[in-house]
């Protein structure tokens, strides 16, 4: 059976402890590979190695450092199928999806932050003709960098890219349920002589690898995606050691839906925003809110185009959804939906398992009504394919429901009232607000969440604003 390695000083390792974790494939619920069950020792040695390597890495002129992420992204695409298919093997997803998506993002995201550094610019402040003021924004040293399972690579690179980008040395630790695109990333780096030491990858359980990074004295900065509950442990580590850090977590996200909106425009996109990578993409709708006017139209229309999404193997190219990524989250899944009955919701459509013919775990698209906006079904984060509907009448209604939960990540808005549009998107508390579109990421903007879906922004010069430390430089001109 294939086993990972860890990837530390340019060299492939195994574990210090030299034990193995058990790697499925939820298509099939079978174990197909091993990863590395690394611990703080693992993280030592790549924090020494990272530290060795911060003083050359940092020094590079932009263009060397660009050149070398560009070689890493060259590689990315021509590996794109390789890539693929291990991504939709470890999580699921279908495999046109990875190599739609999830692959030429991550190839995207370090040809973004390669060539952003070569047109950066930093501020001046004239103090009245008599001092100078200028803000110089230097690499910080060894950036710990550990992300989720349900987008591997995609993740993964949206943060290494612009942490390697900004002159920072790397120790990265990809989800354990989904570690095998992060391992040929390290082959990656291999073939191309990516310098040894500059990007180490450590594979194992958060409560090891993820705690021994955030707990690593050497490592002030730390950028983490995943789970709000987790957040909130690295929060309280990093907080008392005054460690920079940036949190994208849970979402609870809703989807606003106006009776003048555009309904084809508005229906075909609610059933990608729903049901997108099995509703495992922290900015998928969850909560539906339609104005009363279409409800029924909508409702009907919906629900008999959810019924045709066809659930199975992640292989075929005419699957909607693949398989949820593990046996434990497929449980989580289903035990929401049971939660939703008993609160006293109707199931419109799905809500079982499906067999596939794979023994995985594959879960129906499933569309429920009749819930209130303040029941745990309606307020927690599912992370599946799962989405509740409800009516509303008036704006501030909706708004209200909108912003009733603890998450504020994303909120999609349908209308074509353009200034009710821009007064909505105004008063929704979240970090994002799409309006008659859905996941169009541009890699400039300004990417997290507010409330208890995180602290701090992606993307962009956010991103190597956050992985430097800006200082103050004062001159006086006489
Ligand atoms: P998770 O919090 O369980 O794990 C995320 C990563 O943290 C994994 O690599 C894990 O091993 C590690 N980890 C776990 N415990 C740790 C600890 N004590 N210290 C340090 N690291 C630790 O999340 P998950 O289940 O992998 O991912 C799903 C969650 O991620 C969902 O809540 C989803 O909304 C969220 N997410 C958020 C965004 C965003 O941009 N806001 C994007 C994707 C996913």
Known sequence: MQRILNYINGQFTEPESRAYLDNYNPATGEVYSL????????VALAVQAAKAAFPSWSSLSREERSQHMLNVAKRISERL??????????????????????????????????????HDSSELHDTDGLYLNYTLRQPIGVAGCISPWNLPLYLFTWKIAPALASGNTVVAKPSEITPMSAYLLSQICDEVGFPKGVLNIVH??????????????????????GGTETGKTIA????????????????????IIFDDCDMENALKTSLNSSFAN??????????????????????????????????????????????????????????????????????????????????????????????TETCRTNQE??????????????????????????????????????????????HLHT?????????????????????????????GWEALRFFTEPKNVCIPLS
């Open 35 to 42: 990863i590395p069950d690394s611990d703080a020792a693992d």
């Open 381 to 426: 984060e599912i992370f599946g394919p799962v989405v509740t509907l409800q009516p509303f009448d008036t704006e501030e209604e909706v708004l209200a429901y909108a912003n009733g939960t603890k998450y504020g990540l994303a909120s999609t808005v349908w209308t074509n009232d353009l200034t009710k549009a821009h007064r909505i998107a105004a």
């Open 431 to 459: 970090g994002i607000v799409w309006v008659n579109c859905w996941l169009v990421r541009d890699l400039r903007t300004p990417f997290g969440g507010v409330k208890n879906s995180g602290v701090g922004r992606e993307g």
């Open 204 to 225: 194992g359980l958060g409560a090891k690898v993820g705690s021994a990074i955030t707990e690593h004295p050497e490592v002030p900065i730390i950028s983490f995606t």
């Open 236 to 255: 309280r580590t990093a907080a008392p050691m005054f460690k920079k850090l940036s949190l994208e977590l849970g979402g609870k996200n809703p989807n």
């Open 278 to 371: 099995q509703g495992q993409i922290c900015l998928c709708g969850s909560r539906m809110y339609i104005q009363r006017g279409i409800y029924n139209e909508f409702k009907t229309r919906f629900v008999e185009e959810v019924k045709r999404m066809k659930v199975g193997n992640p292989q075929s190219p005419d699957v909607k959804l693949g398989a949820v990524v593990s046996k434990p989250h497929f449980e989580k899944i289903l035990s929401y939906i049971e939660l939703a009955k008993e609160e006293g919701g109707t199931v419109l459509c799905g809500g079982k398992p499906v067999e596939a013919g794979m023994n995985g775990w594959f879960i129906e698209p499933t569309v429920i009504e009749g819930l």
């Open 81 to 118: 199928d390789e890539l693929a298919e291990a991504e939709s093997t470890d999580n699921g997803k279908p495999l046109w999806l990875a190599k739609k998506v999830d692959i030429p993002r991550a190839t995207d995201n370090f040809k973004f932050f390669a060539t952003a550094i070569l």
